[in-house]
């Protein structure tokens, strides 16, 4: 596999950076933490395609929302992400007009770009576009995160966004979550992402792929790193969660899941 093939392959260390931004970076944690705090900011990757990281984001945005009233969620993917769709929303708005004062970005800017949907969450959205990315790069990207997380917590849905500019995103965040299925090629991205982004992450297994090819015990020795959760196969439920809705009834594994996620547990 080459660089073309797998971007993640090419990035060295986040370290590269400017100064001004690494110096951000949060302390490594030793356990894992309630992510629901105001100023809080998650990253959400995928460690290879189609592996549910809107599911996750999404959730998680939606959870936040219910227990604080607000949470903001990022559409990362500038290219070809579309959560307005799943969600809903009209695309009148999106990051790319942002794109001219990306340098200079203030949380009142930011604000006025945003799609507030009926359950609190407060949307950034995609434009679209191929080219939109050549925009913004790790700098601005972590100028933008920080801006959002004035306002409360923020969730950001990487999708297919420039690995480059997930690392800067990486160097803002206060968690860095890795979705995954349990397969070798779920494995491989996730060392490829640890690489990147530093081991200061949290592993999560999503089990409703039909890519697993990999039990949790093999999965868990080639990635080498603890598994902080593992979500259960549900597809009724994640098309709730990415259609901007909690799924309701007594049997909910997969929101309850996500929700032991962002209160700091473990599944």
Known sequence: MNAHDDPWAALG????????????????????AAVS??????????????????????????????????ANLV??????????????????????DLAAVRHE???????????????????????????????????????LLGGLATGGPTIVD???????MVVGAGTVATHRLIVTPPSVRGARGTGQIMDAL???????????LHSADL?????????????RAVLPRRPGEAEWLVAGLLPRGRRRPLRDAIETLVTGGTS
Do not use: K, Y
Request: net charge negative.
């Open 37 to 70: 705090n105001p100023g809080e900011t998650i990253l959400v990757i995928g460690a290879c395609g189609g592996c549910g990281t809107s599911t996750v984001a999404s959730g998680m945005a939606l959870v936040i929302a219910g227990r604080q009233g607000i």
């Open 105 to 143: 970005l203030t949380p009142d800017q930011i604000g006025m770009v945003l799609a507030h949907h009926p359950s609190g969450v407060r949307l950034a959205l995609s434009p679209g576009r191929p080219d939109a990315g050549h925009d913004w790069d790790a700098d601005t990207v972590a100028r």
């Open 198 to 208: 530093g081991r200061d992450v949290e592993v999560v297994v999503n089990q409703a």
């Open 13 to 32: 260390d986040a370290g590269s950076f400017d100064e001004d931004v690494a110096r951000h970076r949060p302390a490594r944690r030793d356990a894992p």
């Open 75 to 96: 559409d990362l993917d500038l290219a070809w992400g579309d959560l307005h769709g799943s969600w809903g929303l009209r695309r009148d708005r999106t990051l790319q």
């Open 158 to 164: 990487t999708g297919r966004a420039d690995p480059d």
């Open 215 to 227: 039990g949790m015990r093999g999965f868990r020795r080639l990635v080498g790193c603890p598994v």
